[in-house]
Nanobody
């Protein structure tokens, strides 16, 4: 049983938008940070954006800065990723992950692909 479940992926044309959601189960209530990661075919998984639970500090990978926005609804235990101005290079399977224990910054979580729970992923394809 997945403790995190992503949704909202699909096929979109370049320049289009998608909003991803990640619903966390009731098992995951207390954690340090949550984030979005992606893995394109033939490439390693990379951190896209991460956000701390308590104070909402965010980190964005440089290629998505200004185009993607991460947000969370703690009451609903749900994470979102609004993706605008999508490019073919954004094509990947997108995963959300939760990190239970605190690290120095959310950037560390994203940069080192840290997570105790992972979702099964949702495919995002940007193509004309």
């Amino acid at each position: 049983q997945w403790q995190l479940v992503e949704s909202g992926g699909g096929l979109v044309q370049p320049g289009g938008s998608l909003r991803l959601s990640c619903a966390a189960s009731e098992v995951i209530l207390d954690y340090y940070a949550i984030g979005w990661f992606r893995q394109a075919p033939g490439k390693e998984r990379e951190g896209v954006s991460c956000i701390s639970k308590s104070d909402g500090i965010t980190y964005y990978e440089s290629s998505v800065k200004g185009r993607f926005t991460i947000s969370r609804d703690n009451a609903k235990n749900t994470l979102y990723l609004q993706m605008n101005s999508l490019e073919p290079e954004d094509t990947a399977v997108y995963y959300c992950a939760v990190l239970l224990r605190r690290v120095s910054t959310v950037q560390v979580m994203c940069k080192l692909n840290l997570g105790n729970y992972w979702g099964p992923g949702t495919q995002v394809t940007v193509s004309s």
